[in-house]
């Protein structure tokens, strides 16, 4: 089952940091006309570092779970080079209950955020974009990591049994 699930997040993960990257890619062809327009008939992109902000936060929430699925999170491999591969399992235990924690207070916080970014009905200055759009967009990609997290805890359970 393990093997099953984390097959099925990856994918879920990779697909949904790909569509993060395309988010990313139009905050750049954003940044371009600006830049442009600003260079040549004097006039930027209204609004644009209002967009950028927002599409460079919800590109970045979109990253986290391919990272924790795929193994990608930043390690302190000092540390455990000389360790055991037992030792190396009892550490990817506890990395994985510390990221399924996190990503659920992360969760958890963000949609109460969220909610009051609607209830006050913030918007973006320029644009007069709701801010809670982004905050939609970052509680899915925070339930994608509780979802990422909770795999990896399987993978590494699985990789203490098997010690």
């Known amino acids: 089952m393990g093997a099953k699930l984390h097959g099925f997040v990856l994918r879920l993960c990779t697909g949904w940091a790909l569509m993060g990257g395309v988010v990313l890619l139009a905050v750049i062809a954003t940044n371009v006309v600006s830049v442009v327009g600003a260079a040549t ?17 919800i ?5 986290l779970p391919y990272c924790q699925i795929a193994g990608l999170n930043v390690t302190a491999d000092i540390f455990t080079a000389g360790a055991s591969r037992l030792w190396l399992a009892i550490f990817a235990l506890l990395a994985s209950i510390a990221a399924l924690l996190f990503s659920g207070l992360l969760l958890w916080r963000m949609y109460h955020g969220m909610l009051d970014q609607r209830n006050y009905d913030y918007v973006t200055t320029i644009l007069q974009v709701p801010l809670w759009w982004g905050y939609a967009a970052a509680l899915a990609s925070l339930a994608l990591l509780v979802l990422a997290s909770l795999a990896s805890l399987v993978d590494a359970l699985g990789g203490l049994t098997r010690k």
């Open 41 to 57: 008939v004097g006039r930027a992109f209204p609004g644009d570092f209002e967009l950028t902000e927002m599409g460079v936060a």
């Open 59 to 63: 590109a970045a929430f979109a990253f």
